[in-house]
């Protein structure tokens, strides 16, 4: 039986003490657990960030990369060997600045991977910049006179991108974070979970108690796109988090002819024979 | 004029069927036996422009697409014109020669003459009394064209019917208004004096975008990740369209870092994959490519280039990116260049590149050029025997692993995902044995070169087990002629040239600009001149040599987009010689 503390790495977290990060390393290794699936087949890539350090921090096989890549890395690690579980695992500046293009595109590809974003609304461990999901008016170290960028919706980006499993949690809440997370390990396609994570040293305003005041669990219909639409934009006083959009749909890797019920990894090289020179006779 | 050889130009506008005129002509001389070598002028356009297409053949190793013209295919005015026009501006490329013929439509008028043979055939009057299609009339001329030269013409029937889909009805009216054509001319123009030795040798006529294709597959290839760009775009093309066959997972990403990371990603999981651009894709990949180095992941990445800077000459050659190549991505790490001098060097380096990525655990670049990726030639041999060797790789359950052991040779175990207890991290952060990051909490700056120390000491077993540096007529030469990558054939024909005008030369191939071999420095010294030929402004490899080996070197470049052409190039290394 797999329990979280295979999952326990052997380096401790150099996070802030009360980092939102803590609780999704919690929560992503005790979903793992949960469902059953063993450390050696699990992988978690990541970008460049604070959060994006989490591999170093749990015991599977880690790929801590570059500053918004990690979405190209998992999905071909996906495409390689479907065996394995993959994550993307990193923060709302590496996702939704530089990796914004690989974020749309994975989620329209529907690749078999989960994508979990510690979203802290803030550039922490460059000390306190803008992100791309900074509210309107923040002052912040890149940003003295209050941002006036308007942040972007993740939420809709996805939905509109065409991911089929789109989600919301907060690192406040960690049960029903841990729960969100099986359901996109769970998903046969690509899953999206956006995680409240406040940074408590750079963002003064997300803070947890923001989020405890404004949250809330809605029962929708999953399977119906514009209710998800509807929710994910949702903001202010009331913001809903859980699984917004929920449906199957053919996932990259069973749509291609190559790989479709087969792994790369399996395929032996071809023998390269006389025959397939013919052609350039 | 040449009697034992036959070059052919096509020249027409893009939408013409400039390139498959062209291509059916190769396929009917490599049909017969001969070597055969082509160029492809062409534009960025997709109609309209001027392009042309040349065919060398001969029963000799036609190593360029030479000198000289005997035959023009005019497929309008102003292909007629520029190709028969004695100070034509085509980069090198000459016009037609005084002996030889211009075949094209009758309706063609008004054109400037020069003192040549014209040949006006009713190209359009016989094409339509075969098809409504506006473009038979290109085949009714490549009938003519082997009239011309005394070609049998069933060989042409035959690469005809394979082209048009063999039996259908439109390949019979096209190998009908190739004949018509065919008797036309025989009937009523002059036979050249050419003499091709046809032969029942059988040779492929390959790109090499396609032998990228195949030096990958025989060496176990399984994802080609790639953003579609010229020239990269022609080995994309050949690894999609035999997918199935190869079983090998091709794609094309949201953009180029998006394929590089991929790759890299693929690597990774433990299957070869590789990614290909020219020079604008793979400035986009740089840094990842130093993350393959940090990391240890395997890589091969395909870098054809095209004229720049920037989106440059998007159809035209050069060796422009050896710096960018060479110094791509920040900090020190270990890279092994390869560079192929032509089609068949393309399938042997590439192939190998993938057993030097997983043996060395670094980055492979396989640089090529536009030429080499887009012309066609004759390939006598490949030989498929291929052992792959995937370098060190962990066993499941390995006692006390360590993903970055520091080993004698610099090289440890990878460990692939899946793989029982090895789980571990591997990180683009400097990172200790284990692969746990010393970047953050504590750095230590003992392991900091110890790490450093490990990764760049890798190469020192491929450096010892570098095959000799490849040279042409080079055991009696005084004079060394260096090049490198895909001008071998023009220099190697410049060689011969300048032999035959009494002058000690031979060539030093370069295939391998990094690391270089230590041999090169033996190589060179003692000669009376080095003379460095190169496909770009600043003679790119012609500093590194002089840095490497601390010799002295002459420069000879050409940076007009179009490659070299061996008796122009012949001059100019003459004239370095006499200076």
Not at chain 2, 409 to 417: H, K, L, N, Q, V
Request: hydrophobic share 35%; proline share 5%.
């Amino acid at each position: 039986m797999v329990t979280i503390a295979d999952y326990k790495g052997k380096v401790k977290p150099d996070w802030c003490p009360g980092c939102g990060n803590f609780a999704q390393l919690s929560a992503i290794s005790g979903a793992l657990a949960d469902l059953g699936i063993e450390p050696k087949d699990s992988v978690i890539t990541s970008g460049i960030g604070c959060s994006s350090n989490l591999p170093e921090f749990i015991n599977l096989y880690g790929f801590h990369g570059l500053h918004g890549r990690l979405l190209p890395v998992a999905s071909a690690i996906k495409w390689a060997n479907p065996k394995l579980t993959v994550i993307g695992y990193g923060g709302d500046g590496d996702g939704f600045f530089e990796g914004t293009q690989h974020f749309y595109h994975t989620a329209k590809r529907n690749v078999d991977i989960t994508y979990i974003v510690s979203d802290n609304q803030i550039f922490g461990l460059t000390t306190g910049q803008a992100s791309p999901t900074t509210e309107l008016g923040m002052k912040t170290k890149s940003t003295p006179d209050g941002n006036i960028e308007k942040p972007l919706n993740p939420l809709t980006i996805a939905l509109t991108a065409g991911a089929t499993f789109v989600a919301r949690a907060f690192s406040g809440d960690a049960l029903h974070l841990k729960e969100v997370i099986k359901k996109g390990i769970q998903h046969k396609g690509f899953s999206f979970i956006d995680v409240f994570s406040p940074c408590v040293t750079y963002n003064k305003i997300n803070t947890y108690d923001y989020f405890r005041k404004r949250v809330y669990k809605p029962d929708t219909d999953t399977k119906d796109f514009n209710k998800a639409y509807s929710l994910a934009q949702e903001w202010g006083e009331k913001i809903p988090i859980g699984v917004l959009y929920d449906v199957e749909g053919p996932s990259y890797e069973t749509s291609d002819p190559v790989i479709a019920g087969k792994a790369l990894i399996d395929i032996p090289p071809v023998k390269l024979t006389k025959e397939h020179l013919a052609e350039f006779l | 004029m040449k009697t034992d050889e036959v070059v052919i130009r096509v020249g027409g506008a893009a939408g013409d069927g400039v390139q498959s005129a062209g291509l059916i002509i190769a396929k009917t001389f490599t049909r017969l036996g001969l070597h055969v070598n082509t160029y492809n002028y062409y534009q960025s356009i997709i109609r309209g422009g001027q392009s042309w297409y040349q065919i060398r053949a001969s029963d000799k190793k036609v190593r360029s697409q030479g000198d000289g013209l005997d035959v023009l295919i005019a497929l309008n005015k102003d292909a007629l014109e520029r190709h028969t026009n004695p100070s034509i501006n085509e980069g090198g490329a000459s016009p037609l020669t005084k002996d030889g013929v211009a075949i094209f439509d009758k309706g063609l008028t008004n054109f400037q003459k020069y003192d040549l043979d014209y040949v006006e055939m009713p190209l359009n009057e016989i094409a339509s009394k075969h098809s409504k299609n506006a473009l038979m009339k290109n085949t009714v001329a490549i009938g003519a064209t082997m009239a011309s030269i005394g070609i049998d013409f069933e060989t042409l029937a035959g690469v005809i019917r394979d082209q048009f889909g063999n039996k259908g009805e439109v390949a019979e009216q096209n190998v009908n208004a190739a004949r018509e054509g065919y008797e036309h001319y025989k009937a009523n123009f002059k036979k050249l004096p050419i003499k091709l030795k046809t032969s029942n040798k059988r040779y492929y006529l390959m790109s090499g975008g396609e032998t990228l294709g195949l030096g990958a597959v025989n060496a176990g290839l399984k994802m080609y990740v790639g953003y579609p760009m010229t020239p990269a775009s022609s080995a994309l093309h050949y690894l999609a369209s035999h997918q199935k066959d190869f079983g090998i997972f091709v794609k094309i990403p949201e953009d180029e870092i998006s394929a590089i990371n991929m790759a890299i990603g693929a690597n990774f999981a433990g299957v070869r994959a590789m990614t290909g651009s020219s020079g604008g894709g793979f400035s986009l990949m740089v840094e990842a490519l130093g993350m393959a180095g940090m990391m240890e992941v395997p890589l091969v990445v395909y870098e054809s280039q095209r004229a720049g800077p920037s989106t440059g000459l998007p159809t035209k050659t050069e060796q422009g990116d050896l710096n960018l190549v060479l110094g791509a991505s920040q900090g020190d790490f270990q890279r092994i260049v390869l560079a192929p001098r032509n089609v068949e060097d393309v399938f042997y380096l590439t192939r190998e590149a993938f057993n030097l990525a997983e043996k060395y655990q670094t980055p492979v670049i396989v640089m090529s050029d536009l030429y080499v990726a887009e012309h066609y030639e004759t390939v006598e041999n490949l030989d498929l025997d291929f052992k792959i060797d995937r370098g060190k790789i962990a066993e499941p359950g390995m006692k006390d692993y360590k993903r970055y052991e520091y080993t004698k040779d610099g090289i440890s175990y990878r460990a692939f995902p899946g793989t029982a207890g090895l789980t571990h991290n591997e990180d683009s952060d400097e990172h200790n044995e284990y692969g746990d990051v010393v970047s953050d909490a504590v750095t230590d700056p003992t392991l900091r070169v110890e790490s450093m120390k490990k990764r760049m000491k890798k190469l020192d077993a491929y450096i010892k087990s570098m095959p000799p540096t490849p040279t042409y007529r080079y055991e009696d030469a005084e004079y060394a002629v260096v090049q490198w990558g895909g001008t071998q054939g023009s220099v190697e024909e410049a060689v011969d040239i300048l032999r035959e005008r009494g002058h000690k030369v031979g060539a030093l191939e370069i295939n391998r600009p990094h690391p270089l071999n230590p041999d090169i420095g033996k190589l060179l010294s003692g000669k009376k001149k080095i003379v460095v030929v190169e496909n770009n402004y600043t003679g790119q490899m012609n500093k590194l040599l002089r840095s490497e080996f601390l010799v002295k070197t002459e420069l000879v470049t050409k940076y007009d987009g179009e490659s070299f052409y061996p008796g122009a190039l012949a001059d100019e290394i003459e004239a370095v010689l006499k200076r």
